[in-house]
T-cell receptor
Framework: AQTVTQSQPEMSVQEAETVTLSCTYDTSESDYYLFWYKQPPSRQMILVIRQEAYKQQNATENRFSVNFQKAAKSFSLKISDSQLGDAAMYFCAYRSGIIQGAQKLVFGQGTRLTINP | NAGVMQNPRHLVRRRGQEARLRCSPMKGHSHVYWYRQLPEEGLKFMVYLQKENIIDESGMPKERFSAEFPKEGPSILRIQQVVRGDSAAYFC??????????FGQGTRLTVV
């Protein structure tokens, strides 16, 4: 079974600076998807960014980018120019890409990100 | 295009009662997933449904929990004879197919 590990329960960063959240995963599959979700105090789960394992290029969405290291099974999230609105729980998630019916997301434990003004 | 709609947002039940949680997927989405989030934890998969079919229920407790996604109407997660340990946030997600899921705002169930 696949597992996702976020080793940083909490992180903090000064407003306008850059922060990197870590995520590692374990799988024997070669085809899969990785995601970062943000959960602010409202509890809404918001998709931040996604990466297809077959793509070598790291995904980027505005101030959010990933460092996808397939061989190391690492998928970190970099937030540039941090803003107060970025404060939230961040969850890394894995989804198999090949098995019909196995579309469930496997989540890490989460990292609570605090932005210091 | 409205997002994934869940209701109620908050639900309080006494031990032994039934809890019924509803989820309307995004328009055009035929895949629905239910997840449970305990305090200070990540989301845990419960069940994956398509219209009138349960595709994967490997995360559902064997007793008291059931889910359906009828041909017409919302998906329903039903918890019979609730216990204190069922207190959690329950999230529904939908996807068109093989794309990252979009989540509702969740239902916070409190069992007293």
């Amino acid at each position: 079974a696949q597992t996702v590990t976020q080793s940083q329960p909490e992180m903090s960063v000064q407003e306008a600076e850059t922060v990197t959240l870590s995520c590692t995963y374990d799988t024997s599959e070669s085809d899969y998807y990785l995601f970062w979700y943000k959960q602010p105090p409202s509890r809404q789960m918001i998709l931040v960014i996604r990466q297809e394992a077959y793509k070598q290029q790291n995904a980027t969405e505005n101030r959010f980018s990933v460092n996808f290291q397939k061989a190391a099974k690492s998928f970190s999230l970099k937030i540039s120019d941090s803003q107060l609105g970025d404060a939230a729980m961040y969850f890394c998630a894995y989804r198999s890409g090949i098995i019909q019916g196995a579309q469930k997301l496997v989540f890490g434990q989460g990292t609570r990100l605090t932005i210091n003004p | 295009n409205a997002g994934v709609m869940q209701n109620p947002r908050h639900l309080v039940r006494r031990r032994g009662q039934e809890a019924r949680l509803r989820c309307s997927p995004m328009k055009g989405h035929s895949h629905v997933y239910w997840y449970r989030q305990l305090p200070e934890e990540g989301l845990k998969f419960m069940v994956y449904l398509q219209k009138e079919n349960i595709i994967d229920e490997s995360g559902m407790p064997k007793e008291r929990f059931s889910a359906e996604f009828p041909k017409e109407g919302p998906s329903i997660l039903r918890i019979q004879q609730v216990v204190r340990g069922d207190s959690a946030a329950y999230f529904c997600a939908s996807s068109p197919e093989f794309i990252g899921a979009f989540f509702g705002q969740g239902t916070r169930l409190t069992v007293v």
